[in-house]
Nanobody, 124 residues
Framework: QVQLVESGGGSVQAGGSLRLSCAISEYTYSTRCMGWFRQAPGKEREGVASIGSDGITRYWYSIKDRFTISQDNAKNTLYLQMNSLKPEDTGMYYC??????????????????WGQGTQVTVSS
């Protein structure tokens, strides 16, 4: 059973930066696709970025060029570097995983494993 634990959230002013981390219990077949998602109060959970074991990354259009997803296999950790943060980036951020690298997109449906989330608050 894959376990995911997020950290690195916090409160920042607009224009600031944060780096989120997701500790992965083990890299297995089940973690061939990793993603970051966020959910603002009263809104549906949305995909932010994904990365497959083939190295292909995908980003939601509103954060492209501001956020970078990466992973360090030696440390079993997934990262999300967030720069130029805006108030609309506020929300609970989750990392997630599923096995299907050929469908490593930003839809929530295929992701089987989820962390508990870390809160990001951006003030204007």
């Amino acid at each position: 059973q894959v376990q995911l634990v997020e950290s690195g959230g916090g409160s920042v002013q607009a224009g600031g930066s944060l780096r989120l981390s997701c500790a992965i219990s083990e890299y297995t077949y089940s973690t061939r696709c990793m993603g970051w998602f966020r959910q603002a109060p009263g809104k549906e959970r949305e995909g932010v970025a994904s990365i497959g074991s083939d190295g292909i990354t995908r980003y939601w259009y509103s954060i492209k060029d501001r956020f970078t997803i990466s992973q360090d296999n030696a440390k079993n950790t997934l990262y999300l570097q967030m720069n130029s943060l805006k108030p609309e980036d506020t929300g609970m951020y989750y990392c997630a995983a599923h096995p299907w690298v050929d469908w490593c997109d930003l839809g929530t449906g295929r992701y089987k494993y989820w962390g508990q989330g870390t809160q990001v608050t951006v003030s204007s």
